[in-house]
T-cell receptor, first 115, second 110 residues
Framework: KAGVTQTPRYLIKTRGQQVTLSCSPISGHRSVSWYQQTPGQGLQFLFEYFSETQRNKGNFPGRFSGRQFSNSRSEMNVSTLELGDSALYLC??????????????FGPGTRLTVL | TQLLEQSPQFLSIQEGENLTVYCNSSSVFSSLQWYRQEPGEGPVLLVTVVTGGEVKKLKRLTFQFGDARKDSSLHITAAQPGDTGLYLCAGMEYGNKLVFGAGTILRVKS
């Protein structure tokens, strides 16, 4: 089975621009979660999509948004980029069932640098 | 949001030594997952523990979930340079949301 893929792997943007990141989950997985990883804050949950609907949301400003398509692929958008948005953005794929044994598998991440 | 405290933050040991990483919370999680991450890559799932008191072994790695499902530990026997990396524990909250500890950077010197 192919793993989680994320594109692009690296991005450099300037303040004020917007960016779109893409994630393709493992085949058969219907849930896609997004996380931000920074040296200071560690891994923080952004949001989760399941069956094209946002099911859960973390404590991030409205500049961070996402969507999920019918094939479970997901995109994350960040508008009006700030220097503090520089981070590794990780996507995690899971079956999305409502049980403790809902393992999440991560992609390689997109390294975003905001200048 | 529940919090997970992970310790130690950093470990530098010689090849062949044993070590234990701890993950503690005041709250109960439905499950807890351990990951290992290399620089610039995504976390790789090592194990998921679900039942209080559960012990799982993965070669030289032993994972334990506390009886009350509030804490967990990772023990590595005879560490090797290939074990070097960032070890993360993550508790599963409601709604399929993972709460991560700050991580333990392990460096194993040959």
């Amino acid at each position: 089975k192919a793993g989680v893929t994320q594109t692009p792997r690296y991005l450099i943007k300037t303040r004020g621009q917007q960016v779109t990141l893409s994630c393709s989950p493992i085949s058969g997985h219907r849930s896609v979660s997004w996380y931000q990883q920074t040296p200071g804050q560690g891994l923080q949950f952004l949001f989760e999509y399941f069956s094209e609907t946002q099911r859960n949301k973390g404590n991030f400003p409205g500049r961070f948004s996402g969507r999920q398509f019918s094939n479970s692929r997901s995109e994350m958008n960040v508008s009006t980029l700030e220097l503090g948005d520089s981070a590794l953005y990780l996507c995690a794929s899971s079956l999305g069932v409502s049980s403790g044994y809902n393992e999440q598998f991560f992609g390689p991440g997109t390294r975003l640098t905001v200048l | 949001t529940q919090l997970l405290e992970q310790s130690p933050q950093f470990l530098s040991i010689q090849e062949g030594e044993n070590l234990t990483v701890y993950c503690n919370s005041s709250s109960v999680f439905s499950s807890l997952q351990w990951y290992r991450q290399e620089p610039g890559e995504g976390p790789v799932l090592l194990v998921t523990v679900v039942t209080g008191g559960e012990v799982k072994k993965l070669k030289r790695l032993t994972f334990q979930f506390g009886d009350a499902r509030k804490d967990s530990s990772l023990h590595i026997t005879a560490a090797q340079p290939g074990d070097t990396g960032l070890y993360l524990c993550a508790g599963m909250e409601y709604g399929n949301k993972l709460v991560f500890g700050a991580g333990t950077i392990l460096r194993v010197k040959s």
